[in-house]
């Protein structure tokens, strides 16, 4: 019951937070210069045109009337109506939003599953070889911009070689008559991997090489410890300790960083569906901002504002799962 009421209590705590980036979101976008209208119309539009279109979107209101119209909207799932598309904010959301978390759901999953392996062995074989390499590899790839990667994975693999292809996205649960090259269901697999694999390692690289210092980090930190020492006196498998003893109490510090990864993968997932020509909701929010389209603007900001915001609150709920010492009692 007190990890359920710390639960609720961490997200009655993210509103005030989504709250904050809404206002701040609203404010920023509205001190820009230009006028959406005007964009739209060309730049010598008709005034009776313009203030039609003003009115039509309330841009002719107060800021403060629009701010709290907006608020009253989104308690009741309404993120208004995009000014250049012209269609509801969650409609355009929902048809870019799944591209956007495929490519990060598998980016994450790469990187996770390549990071936790890698600073385990690294730190098994501290200043052997693998480890040296591994550091390298990893020091590489946290200094390496996500899109500079998918450029580089371009002309390697699609430009050069030509077994991979570098743009669109086709989603895994596409009808098979909507897929080129696909007749079958898992024909349509086989394309969605093929066309998924450039972006998920684009993206995933800068957090496989942040889990994987954390990782080895944490895991010489631990074997370093007296009770590990102790096994070790004991006669205890090397293997047995790695697994039963220090692997779980070095995941704490890995936990963090992947929580925090979230920021990361965010931004990422902007260039690289630049990069790959990917319709997600990092393009929409790019081209959005040039269009000074306000309500989708705000729409994908407080959609990426929830989204690294349920993860934190996940991130802090998994420690109790990992770390029996910790503890979501009353009094922390």
Request: glycine share 6%; aromatic share 8%; hydrophobic share 50%.
């Amino acid at each position: 019951m007190s990890l359920l009421r710390y639960s609720g209590r961490r997200v009655v705590q993210a509103v005030p937070v989504l709250l904050g980036v809404v206002a701040i979101t609203f404010a920023l976008i509205n001190a820009a210069p230009g006028n959406p209208v005007e964009i739209m119309l060309g730049p010598s539009p008709n005034q009776a045109a313009v203030e039609t279109l003003k009115a039509k979107y309330g841009l002719d209101q107060p800021l403060y009337v629009r701010f709290w119209k907006y608020l009253v909207n989104l308690v009741q799932l309404d993120m208004g109506r995009s000014i250049y598309y012209d269609a509801p904010v969650t409609t355009k959301i929902a048809q870019r939003l799944p591209q956007t978390v495929l490519l990060m759901t598998s980016s994450f999953a790469f990187a996770i599953a390549t990071a936790v392996p890698l600073g385990v062995i690294s730190a098994k074989r501290r200043n052997k070889p693998t480890d040296h390499v591994t550091r390298i590899v990893s020091l590489v790839g946290v200094s390496t911009p996500s899109f500079w990667i998918g450029l580089v994975l371009i002309v390697l693999f699609s430009y050069n070689l030509g077994v991979l292809p570098a743009t669109n996205l086709v989603m895994p649960w596409a009808h098979p008559s909507t897929v080129t090259g696909a007749s079958t269901r898992l024909g349509v697999l086989y394309v969605a991997g093929a066309h998924l694999l450039l972006p998920m390692l684009s993206l995933g690289t800068l957090q496989m090489a942040a889990i994987t210092r954390i990782e080895r980090s944490s895991m010489l930190e631990v074997l370093s410890d007296d009770y590990v020492r102790l096994a070790r006196a004991y006669g205890v498998k090397e293997r047995t300790i790695l697994r039963k003893h220090a692997f779980r109490n070095a995941q704490l510090p890995v936990i963090t960083i992947i929580g925090l990864q979230l920021t990361t993968a965010i931004g990422g997932a902007v260039l690289t569906e630049t990069v790959f020509e990917i319709n997600g909701m990092g393009r929409l929010i790019v081209s959005s901002i040039s269009r000074q389209d306000f309500p989708v603007v705000m729409g994908t900001t407080l959609v990426f504002a929830f989204v690294f915001v349920v993860g934190v609150i996940i991130t802090d709920i998994s420690y109790a799962y990992v770390d029996p010492r910790v503890s979501y009692g009353d009094q922390e």
